[in-house]
T-cell receptor, first 112, second 115 residues
């Protein structure tokens, strides 16, 4: 069955550093992948989408890569700030439909 | 501004009771989804709908039902609440653009406790 893995352990980094989060998947060849941000007590909020023919996508301080050979996406936040502290989820489409499978998320804490 | 709202935000109920969680969106989206979120499991899909009168089961649908009588609402019913259904429930919606990759818009969630 389709499976998504994100590092369930929290990631603590110093302000100003680059945070890198990993999303690995198996038994799957998605045409695209999404990243969401979730703050405590709130629903996830869409950040970025990257398609299989795009190796890299950027939005302000965010960068996402998509390696279909490794079956992995990396999510980078450069010049991180305490306000970037949140849980970040990756999501893949489920078998050509409008529904998505989510990873468990990685909690990021940026220390001032 | 368009939005998606869930109610109630918090609910405590007893085992065996029927519970309905509301989800209302003003995006005019065709697609609506219910997820539950638990530690160690992430978001898991319960039910979903691609339009009025359309409903489909997700990966954890046992004990839950939905109905879609209009575009704006997709209520989730727990027919006989069980302690295993204690969770945070999220409703989401997305539009149908014909281009794959439509993003999901989530509500703020309902924290349900079944005692």
């Amino acid at each position: 069955s389709q499976k998504i893995e994100q590092n369930s352990e929290a990631l603590n980094i110093q302000e100003g550093k680059t945070a890198t989060l990993t999303c690995n998947y198996t038994n799957y060849s998605p045409a695209y992948l999404q990243w969401y941000r979730q703050d405590p007590g709130r629903g996830p909020v869409f950040l970025l989408l990257i398609r299989e023919n795009e190796k890299e996508k950027r939005k302000e301080r965010l960068k996402v890569t998509f390696d279909t050979t490794l079956k992995q996406s990396l999510f980078h936040i450069t010049a991180s700030q305490p306000a970037d502290s949140a849980t970040y989820l990756c999501a893949l489409p489920s078998s050509g439909t409008y529904k998505y499978i989510f990873g468990t998320g990685t909690r990021l804490k940026v220390l001032a | 501004d368009a939005e998606i709202t869930q109610s109630p935000r918090h609910k405590i109920t007893e085992t065996g009771r029927q519970v309905t969680l509301a989800c209302h969106q003003t995006w005019n989206h065709n697609n609506m989804f219910w997820y539950r979120q638990d530690l160690g499991h992430g978001l898991r899909l319960i039910h979903y709908s691609y339009g009025v009168h359309d409903t489909n089961k997700g990966e954890v649908s046992d004990g839950y039902s939905v109905s879609r009588s209009n575009t704006e609402d997709l209520p989730l019913t727990l027919e006989s609440a069980a302690s295993s259904q204690t969770s945070v429930y999220f409703c989401a919606s997305s539009e149908t653009t014909g281009v794959a990759g439509e993003k999901l818009f989530f509500g703020s969630g309902t924290q349900l406790s079944v005692l």
